[in-house]
């Protein structure tokens, strides 16, 4: 790696550790698990690859960290996770979000235990954090989580034939992004990625992010923080201008116009879909008991105008099903 490369990475990392420690405190009752959503099962912390360990006991702060919890997953579901004739149903992978660099898994867990409440089984990721990695090995790490989802269909009673994906922020460009991989022969060969595990049936995202190329405020910040690690040809296809293209899978987008200055970042992607003629919804909510921030339903999923959100996502998903 260059010189400049290297000392990029080293300052993220320095930076990113106050930040891991903040998102404890602004989420702690999330990382906390105070909240349990009555007849959800959950099986926590169950490994996606052979060389992750499993935690012997759940510590928050360290999950807000991260470190040794990459390769972790949690299962929330409506019906039994163990024993025999498990009950069969879709599936939604969820990808939290942190600007790369930040939050966890648990962060997401209470959107995720009340999507399981409406009839799915929601299988809640972590990955890699940045710069630990990049974006080629967050993707690595969501292949290897849709190939163990596949290898273990059976025994959580997936149904691999209706598998959708959500995300939020970062973890929503994450979710587009391997779309993308999926569905682009260039992306997978410049990433060296072969999909693996069951496809796509469509894709939800809550105030995501996601271009290199863009002219918005965040997107240009990332181009000159993130961007710096790859070259203008990586950028492109990176960014949902070179990724999305022919048998994209459907998307829902949410967003709302208080979450500034993010929603422009948002907005545009819906207008480069429009533009070219790709399949999606888009929604943009209005707060009413509740001013509405950046991914106000994964934080906050019980308010009124989450739960107009989450339903407006598991709609679409339920629309898509085979």
């Given at each position: 790696?260059?010189?400049?490369?290297?000392?990029?990475?080293?300052?993220?990392?320095?930076?990113?550790?106050?930040?891991?420690?903040?998102?404890?405190?602004?989420?702690?009752?999330?990382?906390?698990?105070?909240?349990?959503?009555?007849?959800?099962?959950?099986?926590?912390?169950?490994?996606?690859?052979k060389?992750?360990?499993?935690?012997?006991?759940?510590?928050?702060k360290?999950?807000?960290?991260?470190?040794?919890?990459?390769?972790?997953?949690?299962?929330?579901?409506?019906?039994?996770?163990?024993?025999?004739?498990?009950?069969?149903?879709?599936?939604?992978?969820?990808?939290?979000?942190?600007?790369?660099?930040?939050?966890?898994?648990?962060?997401?867990?209470?959107?995720?235990?009340?999507?399981?409440?409406?009839?799915?089984?929601?299988?809640?990721?972590?990955?890699?954090l940045?710069?630990?990695?990049?974006?080629?090995?967050?993707?690595?790490?969501?292949?290897?989580?849709?190939?163990?989802?596949?290898?273990?269909?059976?025994?959580?009673?997936?149904?691999?034939?209706?598998?959708?994906?959500?995300g939020?922020?970062?973890g929503?460009?994450?979710?587009?992004?391997?779309?993308?991989?999926?569905?682009?022969?260039?992306?997978?060969?410049?990433?060296d990625?072969?999909?693996?595990?069951?496809?796509?049936?469509?894709?939800?995202?809550?105030?995501?992010?996601?271009?290199?190329?863009a002219?918005?405020?965040i997107?240009?910040?990332?181009?000159?923080?993130?961007g710096?690690?790859?070259?203008?040809?990586?950028?492109?296809?990176?960014s949902?201008?070179?990724?999305?293209?022919?048998?994209?899978?459907?998307?829902?987008i949410?967003?709302t116009?208080?979450?500034?200055?993010?929603h422009?970042?948002?907005?545009?992607?819906?207008?480069?879909?429009?533009?070219?003629?790709?399949?999606?919804?888009?929604?943009?909510?209005?707060g009413?008991?509740?001013?509405?921030?950046?991914?106000?339903?994964v934080?906050h999923p019980?308010?009124?105008?989450?739960?107009?959100?989450?339903d407006?996502?598991l709609?679409?998903?339920?629309?898509?099903?085979?």
């Amino acid at each position: 790696m260059p010189k400049k490369k290297r000392l990029f990475v080293a300052f993220s990392w320095l930076n990113a550790q106050p930040l891991r420690i903040g998102q404890y405190y602004l989420n702690k009752d999330a990382f906390d698990k105070k909240e349990d959503v009555p007849g959800i099962y959950e099986l926590s912390d169950l490994p996606y690859t052979k060389k992750q360990k499993v935690p012997k006991k759940y510590h928050p702060k360290k999950a807000a960290v991260g470190k040794g919890r990459s390769h972790l997953l949690d299962i929330e579901s409506p019906t039994p996770l163990e024993g025999k004739r498990l009950e069969k149903l879709p599936v939604i992978v969820c990808v939290h979000g942190g600007a790369y660099l930040t939050n966890n898994k648990e962060c997401n867990r209470p959107q995720c235990q009340y999507m399981a409440s409406k009839g799915f089984k929601v299988v809640n990721v972590n990955y890699t954090l940045q710069p630990e990695a990049n974006l080629y090995g967050d993707m690595e790490d969501l292949n290897r989580a849709f190939a163990w989802i596949g290898e273990n269909a059976k025994k959580y009673g997936f149904d691999t034939d209706n598998v959708f994906m959500t995300g939020d922020s970062s973890g929503g460009h994450m979710c587009l992004l391997y779309a993308g991989l999926r569905t682009q022969k260039e992306l997978q060969k410049m990433m060296d990625i072969k999909p693996a595990g069951p496809d796509i049936r469509a894709v939800a995202v809550t105030c995501p992010v996601g271009s290199f190329e863009a002219s918005d405020l965040i997107s240009r910040v990332f181009r000159n923080l993130a961007g710096r690690l790859y070259d203008k040809e990586e950028r492109h296809m990176l960014s949902y201008e070179g990724y999305m293209g022919e048998n994209y899978p459907e998307v829902a987008i949410v967003t709302t116009e208080t979450d500034v200055p993010i929603h422009s970042t948002t907005k545009g992607i819906h207008e480069f879909m429009e533009a070219k003629g790709l399949a999606h919804e888009y929604r943009c909510f209005e707060g009413k008991e509740h001013e509405l921030h950046h991914v106000f339903n994964v934080l906050h999923p019980y308010w009124e105008e989450s739960i107009e959100a989450n339903d407006f996502i598991l709609d679409f998903f339920e629309r898509k099903k085979k």
